[in-house]
Structure formats: structure tokens, C-alpha cells
């Protein structure tokens, strides 16, 4: 994936008003269907709502799927079927070997012109499809999957057995982990990754996957002997060497970890921003100790859990001004506070850092942080450096649409300790989307935007205007800067995630995850009773028809 803000300059800002300079907002939005616009992916126009049990793209755009959830992705013996002295795992029936439940992020890897890596996650499960927690243990963590180009120059999944022994493989909740930072101290290494829903891939080309909503496991499937402290956190995995441990880098912090934006800051130090994807949670900012210094090629170097720039630095948590309700338009500025045992505030309230980042939450709470309407996807805009929020939504806030929040350093790099803010655009049935999940700027600064709408709730009251959850995109610049064009619908119960771009911009992958749920009746992919979550390339038919 494009590494967004690389060596980016971040402008000063001395007012409010120079925020608005590529998305202009007003309360007409409402967007016609059928407005062209012209993507990097290709021109399209946009579509109108629909609530079928289809995955619709614009005329013109076709996509394959590479995996669903189930299919296999690596083939220890190409005849193992027959051959006696398969090791016991070694069977396609075995779900360490498969494709995970409900797909999210996806990181793209490239390894040549017309092969690559892609690196996905696996959020949560239903436990009335995978009852038995050893089974539900496999199927969640990442899946490392190879891809080719075939003759049309379409990606497709690599079935050849050599090639798939070579890099694919599944991180799952069995997997052990070390652990680098303070927390290291009362965890050396830890057991599974779990909850993964977004991530970043690294100037150095690992993974960082995110773990989300943890608790599930714990209070839903009733997992055994649960440690929810080891979990929470962001890992960072190597993709080229199938036998690396991952490494959860506790240095920033603990909680509900939606996704994590990155930038490289004039002094080559590594700034991470991240949301808390709960209720009245924060926005936090990290920021590496040491300038970055990293091999190119983690095929060749082992990834030790103090190499990593997120090993060690700096936790932030935003304030703003004032309390903001955010169904609102609305700007003004706010500051970075430091989560450090070091400050008198909190250095009574707990033993020592690594205490502190295991209660990142309660630490925030204690610095009177701003809660916002849950913060989910964070990404950096290439053409001013600006970080855009999306804000999903907060019913105990009477907020049902959510938000898109952006900040703005003061000054011009990333370790800026204050900012302006503003409340940008407002869900609803104006701009025409509803709770905004995942978010994307692509290389023109357009804002690819996917939306998360509950199952129960879709085609009801008061989203009805919205139709299934979509991907929509926000152009930057030209008539429609501003306004959410629809580009595709997803099926029955569905919703997009993983908003990831070849390097050249021909293809599209995305994850369709959960089709069916909240109880619809979803027949997607197959056309059979059993729904799928799968992953998927999009691509503009004219390129090779």
C-alpha cells in the first residue's frame, strides 16, 4: 500500500480558516447518481443507493475474487491425500491452512512488477459457525497470501504449492509473539494475535495489524483462561519470512486500536496516529525516540523487537478547546498531552509505564483527554499532511451519522504539540453516508470512505437513505470536491473494509466482510445459503477486455 506522508512537510496554520482548502462542505450535498468524476482506479459514475443482495460496481468495472473465507492458501503436500506420511496439519481440512473469518485490513507487498504479497486481517467470528474455541482459534490473526499477474495483467491468487510454501502463511490466536517496550517487563512473549481489523504497512515493508475489540473473546465466546492485557495492542509482523515471530509494540498504548496512520517527520523520527474505536474514546498521536534506521529487505534481517522505531518513544492523547458535539460544524485548537508516569498527574495513579500503557484508556481519562464519537479509521492526506478521522458514531451522543474530523499540526512536522481541528463533514442524509468505518486518501488526495452501518439497522430508519453499506469517494478537487459519490454497493448485510491500491493504481482490493448479517438473508458470493466473507480485486474492464 502507498505509503502516505513520507518525508512531508506539514504546514503551519495561524487560523481556522485555511482548513477548508480541498473539501468544501455545505448542508446541500446530496449527491445525484450519475455525476462522472475521473479516479486515479479510472472514471466512473456515481451510483445510486440499492439494498439488493449484490455486490454492485459502476458500468465499466468488473471484480475477482482471490480468496473467501475456508478456501486454502497453502498446500504443505500437492497430493497429500494419498501420502501416508503427511504430518499431522499438513491436510487442506486444517484451518491454519485456510483462509480466515471475516477478512478487514489488507496491506499490499510488492515483490516484482507482477507478483506481491498481501497481507490480510481477520476481526472477529460467528461462534454458530466455528462453535469449538481450538477451531475459532484459527481462524482469526492474518493471512499471508502470494498473488500474480495473470496474461490480462489481472492479480490473482498464486496456486502453485512452491510459491505458496515460500511466504504464505496464517498468524492466528496460537501464534506466540514477543513483546518490545515496557510492557515487556511482565510479558516477554504472549500467545496470539486476535481482533484484527486495520493496519499500515511500513516504509520498510512489514505489517502492523491492529487489535480492536478484544473483549469479545473474552465476553462473548468465553474463551479459557483469558488474559485480556495481553491483547489490544498493535503488531508488527514481517511478511517475507514465514518462520518470524511478530512483535506487539506496547509503547503504544493499550485499547480498542481501529487502524494506524503513519508519517515520517522532518527529523526521520516515525509518528503514529491512532483512534480507540469505543465509545467517548481518544485519538493518540506516538512518536519514535530514535530517527528511523531500518533495512530495506526483512527477507534477509531478522525484525528483533528493539529494531522497530515503535519499540520506543513518545504517547500523546488529543484535548481540544472545548467539548464538542459532533453533529456539528465546528474548528478551533487542541494540544497533545504526554501518557507518562513522569507527569504529576499520573504518576500517582500508577507503578510504572508499563502499568500505565496496559490502563492506556484510564490514563487518557485522568488527563481529561476529549472523548470523541468513536474514533475508527485515521489517514494522512498527501497533498497538505493533514489527518482525517473518521468519526463512526455515538447513539449515547444522539450522533447516529458520525463525522469526518480533521487536524492539523501548527507547526510544520508531526512532533507538534498543538493543533487546529474542525468537525469537516457531517453524516446524514445531506451528504448521503452514514457512520464512516475505513477511510483512504489515494495519491490525488481523495478520500476513499467505506461505510459501517449494522446490520439490523440497514434499510430502516433513519438510514434508509443510504441503502446497503457502500464505498464511497470524496474528491478533493473539481465540482464535486466535497461530496460522497457512490462507487460501489456492497451485498445484504455487508460492509467494505481494507481499502487498498496496487502500486500503479489499475487494481482495487478490498474485503467484503460479514455478508448476511443482522440476520439478512445474503446468498453472496457463490449464490449458495452459505454467505462468505471474501477478498476481492476490482479492476476497469477497458484495461485488458
Given at each position: 500500500m502507498k505509503f502516505l506522508?513520507?518525508?512531508?512537510?506539514?504546514?503551519?496554520?495561524?487560523?481556522?480558516?485555511?482548513?477548508?482548502?480541498?473539501?468544501?462542505?455545505?448542508?446541500?450535498?446530496?449527491?445525484?447518481?450519475g455525476l462522472e468524476f475521473k479516479s486515479p482506479l479510472g472514471p466512473f459514475k456515481s451510483l445510486a443507493a440499492s439494498s439488493l443482495d449484490e455486490l454492485i460496481l459502476p458500468e465499466g468495472y468488473s471484480y475477482d475474487i482471490i480468496r473467501s473465507y475456508g478456501d486454502v492458501i497453502l498446500r504443505v503436500h500437492e497430493d497429500h491425500e494419498n501420502d501416508e506420511n503427511a504430518e499431522i496439519g499438513d491436510c487442506e481440512q486444517s484451518q491454519e491452512l485456510k483462509f480466515g473469518y471475516n477478512n478487514d485490513y489488507i496491506g499490499f507487498i510488492p515483490l516484482s512488477s507482477d507478483e506481491a504479497l498481501l497481507a490480510v486481517n481477520h476481526e472477529f467470528l460467528d461462534p454458530l459457525d466455528i462453535p469449538v474455541e481450538a477451531e475459532q482459534r484459527k481462524a482469526v490473526g492474518v493471512s499471508i497470501v502470494k498473488i500474480k499477474k495473470d496474461s490480462h495483467g489481472l492479480w490473482k491468487f498464486d496456486e502453485d504449492p512452491?510459491?505458496?510454501?515460500?511466504?504464505?502463511?496464517?498468524?492466528?490466536a496460537n501464534t506466540v509473539c514477543t513483546v518490545s517496550g515496557a510492557v515487556r517487563e511482565l510479558y516477554p512473549e504472549v500467545t496470539g494475535t486476535l481482533a484484527n481489523c486495520s493496519g499500515a504497512v511500513t516504509p520498510w515493508n512489514t505489517v502492523l495489524t491492529c487489535e480492536e475489540?478484544?473483549?469479545?473473546?473474552?465476553?462473548?465466546?468465553?474463551w479459557k483462561n483469558f488474559d485480556a492485557k495481553q491483547y489490544g495492542w498493535i503488531v508488527e509482523i514481517n511478511p517475507l519470512k514465514?518462520?518470524?515471530?511478530?512483535?506487539?509494540?506496547?509503547?503504544?498504548?493499550?485499547?480498542?486500536?481501529?487502524n494506524c496512520a503513519l508519517v515520517k517527520s522532518h527529523d526521520e523520527r516515525m509518528v503514529v496516529y491512532m483512534g480507540d474505536d469505543k465509545e467517548r474514546q481518544f485519538i493518540y498521536k506516538f512518536v519514535s525516540k530514535n530517527p528511523l534506521n531500518m533495512p530495506k529487505n526483512f527477507k534477509d534481517h531478522e525484525l528483533e523487537p528493539n529494531l522497530s522505531p515503535f519499540s520506543e518513544g513518545d504517547l500523546y492523547v488529543a484535548k481540544l478547546d472545548k467539548n464538542l458535539k459532533f453533529t456539528e460544524i465546528n474548528s478551533g485548537k487542541g494540544k497533545w498531552l504526554k501518557l507518562s508516569v513522569d507527569n504529576p498527574v499520573l504518576k500517582s495513579k500508577f507503578k510504572s509505564q508499563a502499568e500505565l500503557l496496559i490502563e492506556t484508556r484510564l490514563a487518557a481519562k485522568y488527563l481529561a483527554a476529549t472523548p470523541m464519537d468513536r474514533p475508527e479509521s485515521l489517514s494522512v492526506s498527501p497533498k497538505d499532511g493533514s489527518i482525517v478521522a473518521a468519526l463512526t458514531y455515538s447513539p449515547a451522543e444522539k450522533n447516529n451519522f458520525g463525522s469526518l474530523f480533521r487536524i492539523v499540526e501548527d507547526n510544520p512536522h508531526s512532533e507538534s504539540m498543538t493543533f487546529h481541528y474542525e468537525n469537516l463533514i457531517l453524516g446524514g442524509k445531506a451528504s448521503g453516508f452514514a457512520c464512516p468505518d475505513n477511510i483512504y486518501f489515494d495519491k490525488n488526495s481523495n478520500l476513499w470512505l467505506a461505510t459501517d452501518i449494522d446490520g439490523i439497522k440497514l434499510n430502516k430508519a433513519p438510514y434508509d437513505f443510504q441503502g446497503n453499506n457502500s464505498l464511497f469517494i470524496i474528491p478533493s478537487e473539481g465540482p464535486h470536491a466535497g461530496?460522497?459519490?457512490?462507487?460501489?454497493?456492497?451485498?445484504?448485510?455487508?460492509?467494505?473494509?481494507?481499502?487498498?491500491?496496487?502500486?500503479?493504481?489499475?487494481?482495487?482490493?478490498?474485503?467484503?466482510?460479514?455478508?448476511?448479517?443482522g440476520g439478512l438473508q445474503s446468498r453472496w458470493p457463490y449464490g449458495t445459503n452459505v454467505a462468505k466473507s471474501s477478498l476481492i480485486a476490482i479492476y476497469q474492464e477497458l484495461e485488458w477486455w
Open positions: 506522508g513520507l518525508g512531508l512537510a506539514l504546514p503551519a496554520l495561524n487560523s481556522c480558516d485555511s482548513l477548508i482548502e480541498h473539501f468544501s462542505y455545505n448542508e446541500n450535498l446530496e449527491v445525484t447518481p512452491e510459491s505458496q510454501r515460500e511466504f504464505n502463511r496464517r498468524i492466528t475489540n478484544y473483549y469479545l473473546f473474552d465476553e462473548v465466546y468465553k514465514p518462520d518470524s515471530k511478530p512483535i506487539k509494540h506496547t509503547a503504544l498504548g493499550r485499547m480498542a486500536h481501529e461530496k460522497a459519490l457512490r462507487f460501489a454497493s456492497a451485498p445484504a448485510g455487508a460492509e467494505f473494509c481494507g481499502i487498498c491500491f496496487s502500486e500503479d493504481y489499475k487494481t482495487l482490493f478490498l474485503s467484503v466482510q460479514h455478508p448476511g448479517e
